[in-house]
């Protein structure tokens, strides 16, 4: 079903349905809409995720009362990662509570495309933390779109950076080849852009090769990479797709330290379902590594001892993890909008002064209990992602290992991608390029 109402705190014990209508929001409360998948070819993925951003907003209310006091109710709703079911959620939700949605997190490239041109309309910031259109870093012309600590075009670079590194330098990426097998969707095809760019420049032959949703049939695409033998192959995959791909690369031989996913293709999911054939495979970090850290203390103190939460087995996990940071994120944007508008539920549009303005620093992160996560970032008008750094992880056949120091991406090469498209944006959407007033 579409509809799960989950009032945080007493109401997030288990994850049981709760029927329409929801939990009725009091005027003292800040609504927050989750858009989710727990079901599906990508609920593996999803679940982890999902876990997360909830436990964190568990743990804000039974630990603070909320946010500056004021009490989180979150209302999840099923997209099944499909598009038309994430409008479909937004619409049902975006009006809940006293204020409306504070902000969406709809966790799909797909879904934020799909959202652009209405939040613009409602108001109503996104969050697309690692994900979404890479171009809405312009927050002049994306003015709702957050897409926090970095784009695909960060990943891509990136990941040319780590390749070079192995390889022993810049210069040696010429005449190579390398090749990006990808989900083909929004989310699958983000990366290409930044990849071809950066083979005109360091002189590499660049395959891009597409995968059908959901990613369970493979061979064909591994087949040709038998065939043609790149020297590195970058995994743009979700759900099933990556351990699929893992094991097809196996069928073939290709080595799996000589892939590299994104930050997506990267986590506990993608690598078990494969065995001993995922050892040495290579991924993005968004940052984060998985572990705990001083917040999962937190967590199992104000939430799980009481009985509460729903992400205990996940706990510590890549996505896990990462819901954390996403639901810090949009909690700390509250605050930071609370400190000009006060201690009350708040609008979507008073929420997006809070994101403008957030200023996360190193011992922000450490209070939050954030760090060895995450490192200090800030947005603006002009910067709606704040963050260009990533770092590299290697599955060992049973835990995840940071292999890299932080790699930050090249804005001489990406800014003028950003400003190119985010210019063509505004042309066709017939947008004036500005930022909101303090």
Not at 55 to 67: A, C, K, P, Q, V
Not at 272 to 292: E, V
Request: neutral net charge.
């Amino acid at each position: 079903m579409l509809g799960r109402s989950l009032a945080l705190g007493a109401a997030l014990l288990g994850l049981a349905a709760l029927e329409e209508p929801a939990l009725a929001q009091g005027a003292g409360e800040q609504f927050l809409p989750r858009l989710v998948y727990r079901t599906g070819a990508y609920a593996p993925n999803g679940i982890p995720f999902a876990n997360g951003a909830a436990d964190y907003y568990t743990m804000l209310n039974e630990r603070d009362g909320g946010i500056g006091g004021v009490k989180v109710v979150m209302e999840e709703c099923e997209t099944g990662y499909a598009t038309d079911k994430g409008v479909e959620c937004y619409e049902r939700l975006k009006s809940k509570g006293a204020t409306g949605a504070a902000y969406v997190s709809p966790l799909s490239t797909g879904i934020t495309f799909a959202l652009t041109e209405k939040v613009f309309s409602d108001k109503i910031p996104l969050l697309t933390l690692g994900y979404g259109r890479s171009e809405s870093r312009n927050g002049a012309v994306f003015p709702w779109n957050f897409i926090a600590l970095g784009s695909y075009w960060t990943a891509a670079d990136v990941a040319i950076q780590h390749i070079a590194k192995e390889l022993g330098g810049m210069d040696k990426l010429k005449g190579k080849k390398i090749s990006l097998v990808y989900h083909d969707s929004p989310y699958g095809k983000e990366p290409i852009p930044a990849l071809q760019l950066r083979a005109q420049k360091n002189g590499f032959e660049f395959t891009a090769i597409p995968v059908t949703h959901p990613g369970v049939e493979q061979k064909s695409q591994w087949l040709a990479i038998r065939q043609n033998r790149p020297d590195y192959v970058l995994l743009w995959g979700w759900g099933v797709m990556n351990s699929v791909a893992i094991q097809e690369a196996a069928a073939v031989a290709y080595p799996r330290d000589k892939m590299i996913g994104v930050w997506w293709s990267g986590a506990e999911p993608d690598v078990t379902p494969a065995g001993d054939k995922a050892t040495g495979y290579k991924a993005l970090l968004l940052q984060h590594p998985a572990g705990k850290f001083a917040v999962h203390a937190d967590i199992e103190k104000h939430v799980y001892a009481k009985g509460q939460g729903v992400g205990k087995d996940t706990l510590g996990q890549v996505l896990f993890n990462r819901g954390l940071i996403d639901s810090m994120i949009g909690s700390e944007a509250i605050r930071t909008a609370q400190g000009k508008f006060g201690k009350k539920p708040l609008t979507g549009e008073q929420v997006r002064w809070g994101f403008e303005n957030l200023n996360i620093d190193a011992a922000r992160i450490k209070a939050l209990g954030f760090e060895g996560m995450l490192a200090p970032f800030k947005f603006s008008c002009a910067d709606h992602q704040g963050a260009d750094m990533a770092r590299v992880h290697q599955w060992d056949g049973k835990a995840w290992k940071v292999i890299s120091d932080f790699y930050t991406a090249d804005r001489s090469l990406l800014d003028p991608l950003v400003a190119d498209a985010a210019a063509k944006y505004a042309a066709e959407k017939k947008i004036t390029p500005e930022c909101a007033k303090s």
